[in-house]
């Protein structure tokens, strides 16, 4: 299994540099109906070096067990127990109406490996009211299999992203964002073997190891929205299109609405939809040998429903407790083995300012 960076987090790295210092502890857990447990504790520490620089470190475990369909090989159901490991260090740079920044991203488990650098660059315009920001990161990943050393692939990652950032009124502020990804190498899973077989109540007359495509480029432009309605409460909102070279087209709409009950309580509420077409070689069942075979559900037509809340608590001005929890829902289109999948994200945390 693989640990997957989100590129939002180097253009996130692209702004300013935080006038303050602080440490961060929280632990994760999700939970679904396929079998899936993963809890996960993380850490994470920024400081101002300088009224002008920053530095970040993070460091986060997932600890996986499960029994997903997707382990299911050659009609032997097997569990696994996982545990996955990633560390990174950042720094920013202001340089008076630019921000620089940059970072290393290395992420480890029994079965795969990653090494990662980012960069980005932020210019802000027009007494702040305008920001234009660009990033770019790198992945270099190495895929294996668990018990078999002889298994050994490569993949490699590259990001590029751009961002601008609009406050129209007081009480309004949008966001475009659009990237472009590049993946070249083993993007298949070495554990997921492809049934052929007549029919899908039939019996399989052979199981083949799944294979995708070497190369894949993804495309996705996110429009948002800020606006602040009075009495301590904003609404945002998002839509999000994406599209790639495997023909896969989604859609997502999120709702965020954030409510100040006090100087202490924060409370967010959020929901979010997706739907997605499937790729052009995923077939609900194969009844002969393809090229590109598959029996990833992630990569068939779906669509899913998020809805959850946070609440933040500023216990004393330099200590805040956050507790989230968020129930979810996937439905398949053509994957018999699980029509559906529910869940939950649960996490506690807390912060410390000083």
Do not use: C
Request: charged fraction near 20%.
């Amino acid at each position: 299994m693989r640990l997957q960076l989100t590129f939002w987090l180097l253009l996130a790295s692209a702004g300013s540099a935080r006038a303050q210092t602080s440490f961060a502890s929280k632990v994760q857990l999700y939970v679904d109906n396929d079998h899936t447990q993963v809890v996960s504790p993380l850490v994470r520490a920024q400081a101002d070096v300088t009224p002008t620089t920053n530095v970040t470190a993070a460091y986060v475990v997932d600890i996986v067990t499960s029994a997903s369909i997707d382990l299911v090989t050659q009609a032997s159901a097997r569990t696994i127990h996982d545990v996955r490991h990633q560390g990174s260090l950042g720094a920013s740079q202001i340089l008076r109406e630019w921000s620089v920044s940059g970072g290393y991203v290395y992420s480890t488990e029994n079965d795969y490996a990653s090494h990662g650098v980012n960069a980005g660059l932020e210019r802000r315009l027009f007494n702040n009211n305008t920001t234009l920001a660009g990033g770019y990161s790198l992945s270099a990943n190495k895929v294996g299999r668990a018990g078999d050393l002889s298994f050994s692939r490569d993949l490699q990652v590259q990001t590029f992203g751009g961002t601008w950032t609009q406050i129209l009124t007081p009480m309004l502020a949008t966001q475009v964002v659009y990237t472009f990804a590049a993946a070249d190498g083993y993007q298949a899973s070495p554990y997921r073997f492809v049934p052929v077989r007549p029919s899908r109540g039939d019996l399989a007359r052979l199981w083949v190891p799944e294979s995708d495509p070497l190369q894949r480029y993804k495309n996705a432009l996110t429009v948002g929205a800020n606006l602040y309605l009075g009495s301590d409460t904003s609404l945002q909102g998002d839509y999000r299109f994406y599209l790639d070279s495997w023909d896969i087209r989604s859609h997502t709409f999120q709702v965020r609405y954030l409510v100040d009950f006090s100087e202490k309580i924060e409370i967010r509420v959020r929901n979010r939809f997706y739907t997605q077409s499937a790729a052009t070689f995923y077939r609900g069942n194969y009844e002969e040998l393809l090229t590109f075979m598959t029996i990833d559900r992630e990569l068939g037509a779906l669509w899913s429903e998020m809805f959850g809340g946070k609440l933040g608590w500023k216990v004393i001005p330099t200590l805040e407790l956050e507790a989230k929890a968020e129930l979810f829902y996937f439905s398949y289109a053509d994957f018999a083995a699980l029509p559906s999948r529910t869940g939950a994200n649960i996490a506690l945390g807390a912060t410390l300012t000083y």
